[in-house]
């Protein structure tokens, strides 16, 4: 069973690029909150959140790439319906 993406079992989950987009917000939101602070360990902290950032979109064009693939080929899914997956075993 998956906690927070869309299933069988699962039919209120999310889309994987979804949860990634709202991650990429929450990281946006507190990048803005330490943007000013000049202590090493603020700028330390962004750096990394920016580089984050480059990776979670990287992750979410990957996530929106699959879904393009699916629609293309099976249709747009009906997990959320409580309908079977479009790929995978049961």
């Not at 079992?9 to 909150?33: F, Q, S, W, Y």
């Amino acid at each position: 069973m998956t906690r927070f993406l869309v299933s069988e079992e699962n039919p209120a989950g999310l889309r994987l690029e979804d949860i990634l987009h709202a991650i990429r917000m929450d990281v946006i939101t507190r990048c803005t909150k330490i943007m000013n602070d000049p202590k090493d360990e603020a700028r330390h902290v962004l750096n990394n959140n920016m580089k984050i950032l480059t990776l979670l979109s990287e992750a979410i064009a990957y996530a929106e790439d699959s879904t393009r693939v699916l629609n293309k080929a099976f249709g747009p899914s009906h997990a959320a319906q409580g309908g079977p997956p479009r790929i995978g075993t049961v």
